[in-house]
């Protein structure tokens, strides 16, 4: 008997999420504003957890952020992630937090405050999705 090797989970769009993942795949990052109180909105949305309107607007973002926090990961959730690495909560220059990796980077130079970048990657060569992660801004 084999065994398939272990593979990462990837996100599954949903009709909410769609538009956001569309986006990643064409290299854009997505978050959505609300048109009444002027609110950033991330995760995606069908209302302003605000103000509770349902005038969202799909907007792009700089990528370009802060990090706010992260972790060191050592053990991972399955083996298809490759040790350490570093999950974080950036905070995007609209105004909103999404949490990704950080990568292209050394774990031990990741610090609080760090500018970094948004840079797109495919998950696998078989699968057609593409996260956003982040990376030290040069
Ligand atoms: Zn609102």
New binding site residues.
Partial sequence: MTTSPARRPVPRPTKLSEPFWRACAEGRLLHQR?S????AVFKPQAF?P????NSIEWKESSGRGVVNTFSVVWRPQTPAFQVPYVVAVIELEEGYQMMSNIVNCDVDAVHCDMPVSVVFEPVDADEDVVLPFFEPRR
């Fill in positions: 609300c009444d109180c002027g609110a302003c605000r103000c509770l309107s």
